[in-house]
């Protein structure tokens, strides 16, 4: 059994930073390419980032390139990612997602494990 814990979520201001963490149990996390989504109020889940299963390779969405950092560290099954300059349009739940497959996929329907979330509220 495969389980992921998202921490690392709170209430913060416009311009600050904060670092979610994502632990998954069970020994096949480095085999898992790793991804964060998010989904905000009344809106539908959207893909973050996502990184391969030995952190050479990372995809990020357009509207978050430049300020989050996606990264792991497999000798702790853990996944993390990095926020900077938060902006009010980041609020939302946040999840993240294991894919066995080899392939990077950026797709919520690709990913077989999630997370239960961790909100971020950003406030102006």
């Known amino acids: 059994q495969v389980q992921l814990v998202e921490s690392g979520g709170e209430l913060v201001q416009a311009g600050d930073s904060l670092r979610l963490s994502c632990v998954v149990s069970?020994?096949?996390?480095?085999?898992?390419?790793m991804g964060w989504f998010r989904q905000a109020p009344g809106k539908e889940r959207e893909f973050v980032a996502v990184i391969s299963w030995n952190g050479d390779t990372t995809y990020y969405a357009d509207s978050v390139k430049g300020r989050f950092t996606i990264s792991r560290d497999n000798s702790k099954n853990t996944a993390y990612l990095q926020m900077n300059v938060l902006k009010p349009e980041d609020t939302a739940a946040y999840y993240c997602a294991a894919d066995p497959s080899i392939v990077i996929h950026k797709a919520a329907d690709e990913y077989v494990y999630w997370g239960q979330g961790t909100q971020v509220i950003v406030s102006s």
């Open positions: 069970g020994r096949t996390f480095r085999s898992y390419a």
